[in-house]
């Protein structure tokens, strides 16, 4: 079993939002893979299904950024789940140009309140995460602001654009693991 959780906030008026790129990949995955609609799953929309041979369950939390680690303690299975092989989280990442990729297998929550509820709930940093650059903030924003406001029309087409190899990046993660995801994909 692998999970993947794409963190975003819910509701209309973040769907456009730079904090919520997880969702978009999260989205375009169960696009891609025909898992069909996301149905609700306690405090998360979940959608899953198979690929590449493996069981594979999408998860958005409805709990809002700071509290994603929530949606992921409510999942069944999650105790069993080793998150250094199985867990891969999609997030923004507002210390990377929009457009830039970086997959790593472990690391911190560099500031990022969503990756710390995660690794509250962990009690790790041992798993896999996949930072979609959204930009960074520019001087005399607030960080909360940036994160919260729309791409502009260019920046959005270049993160749609760039959703289909998103969708290559994890299902060579799934298959081959952090590394070779790393190797192929970062940039």
Known sequence: MKVVLGLGNPGA????TRHNAGWWVVDRLSYDWKFGSFRRDGVALAADGTVVGHTVHLIKPLTYMNRSG???ATFSGWEELDPARDLLVVVDDAAL??????LRPRGGAGGH????SVEDLLGTEEYARLRIGVGQCPAGVE?????LSSFSGPEEQVITSLLPE????????LED????????FNR
């Open 13 to 16: 008026r973040y769907d456009a």
């Open 70 to 72: 929530a949606a992921l």
């Open 97 to 102: 140009d929009v457009g830039r990729v970086r």
């Open 113 to 116: 309140n969503g990756l710390k």
């Open 143 to 147: 960080l909360e602001d940036w994160v």
């Open 166 to 173: 998103l969708t290559s990046a994890v299902e060579t993660w």
């Open 177 to 184: 693991g952090s590394d070779e995801a790393m190797s192929r």
